[in-house]
């Protein structure tokens, strides 16, 4: 059975940091691409960013590019969301998200809220 | 930046049908995903492809693509079908990747 399990949201002041994990199983994680994709309360889905399988390439949402860093480690089954400089618009549940061949997100997590307040 | 427009609710009757639409400039040259989400879960892929149905969905979802508009059709509408789905596709370039702000069904 596919899973993805995110840890690491939490209350955080503005202009500090997170690193937020999603551990996965239940399939190769290294054949697969991976994303964060966000959803601010009340709102609609935001892509945030993906890697390559081997995670020699990564994209970025243009609102969090510089801020944000996506990695993963293969031989753990972990991806990670490094967040630096958090702005309270970045406040959302954070859900890691598996592409299957070219599908996106076929699978996901059940999503670790991030709460960026003074 | 690239931007796919739903409209913001439908309201359909049990046994009814709703349709849901996407509209994108890109669209002509990329794929269009829809996806359901129920209240307080994660989101849940129901077409792929424009039209193609991952095992598990129920034949009454269905998707289409014409021009710069996508549709996603619910024949039937069952209780359960109420949530938000959102439509994702990618900006000319594909590298961008962007979801619609999504439509309430009731």
């Known amino acids: 059975e596919v899973q993805l399990v995110e840890s690491g949201g939490g209350l955080v002041q503005p202009g500090g940091s997170l690193r937020l994990s999603c551990a996965v199983s239940g399939f190769t994680f290294s054949y697969h691409w991976m994303n964060w994709v966000r959803q601010a309360p009340g709102k609609g889905l935001e892509w945030v960013a993906h890697i390559k399988k081997d995670g020699s390439e990564t994209y970025y949402v243009d609102s969090v590019k510089g801020r944000f860093t996506i990695s993963r480690d293969n031989a753990r089954n972990l991806l990670y969301l490094q967040m630096n400089s958090l702005r309270a618009e970045d406040t959302a549940v954070y859900y890691c998200?598996?592409?299957?061949?070219?599908?996106?997100?076929?699978?996901w997590g059940q999503g670790t809220l991030v709460t960026v307040s003074s | 930046s690239y931007e796919l427009t739903q409209p913001p609710s439908v309201s359909v009757s049990p046994g009814q049908t709703a349709r849901i639409t996407c509209s994108g400039d890109a669209l002509p040259k990329a794929y269009t995903y829809w996806y359901q989400q129920k209240s307080g879960q994660a989101p849940v892929l129901v077409i792929y492809e424009d039209s193609k149905r991952p095992s598990g969905i129920p034949e009454r979802f269905s998707g289409s693509s014409s021009g710069t508009r996508a549709t996603l059709t619910i024949s039937g509408a069952q209780v359960e079908d109420e949530g938000d789905y959102y439509c994702y596709s990618t900006d000319r370039s594909g590298t961008h990747r962007v979801f619609g702000g999504g439509t309430k069904v009731t």
């Open positions: 998200a598996r592409d299957w061949k070219t599908v996106p997100f076929d699978y």
